[in-house]
């Protein structure tokens, strides 16, 4: 992913890029853990159905602590964070 910063897609929602690392996975919810690079913070992330995963991630189950990735996520009215994209780094 080469591009950083924000993006407005067609729904309105704001998509923020992370770069990081998987600290935990936590299947009962579908989220992970990341620790971000950028921000140096650690976000929870959800995941839906329609997600996508690239870079050699196929699924959710893909995720384990420790791999490097990317991800594009909107934040809900609620507040939390839902990935669009994940991609391995």
Do not use: Q, W
């Not at 890029?17 to 600290?23: C, Q, R």
């Not at 140096?40 to 329609?50: E, P, S």
């Not at 990735?69 to 934040?75: D, G, K, M, S």
């Amino acid at each position: 992913m080469a591009v950083t910063g924000t993006t407005a897609p067609a729904s309105g929602a704001v998509v923020r890029e992370f770069k990081g690392t998987v600290l935990s996975v936590k299947p009962s919810n579908r989220s992970f853990l990341m620790h971000d690079l950028r921000r140096n913070a650690d976000f929870r992330v959800y995941v839906r159905g329609k997600t996508t995963y690239t870079r050699g991630l196929k699924s959710y189950k893909s995720l384990r602590k420790g791999v490097d990735i990317e991800v594009r996520a909107a934040r809900t009215k609620g507040g939390r964070l839902f990935a669009r994209v994940v991609e391995a780094d």
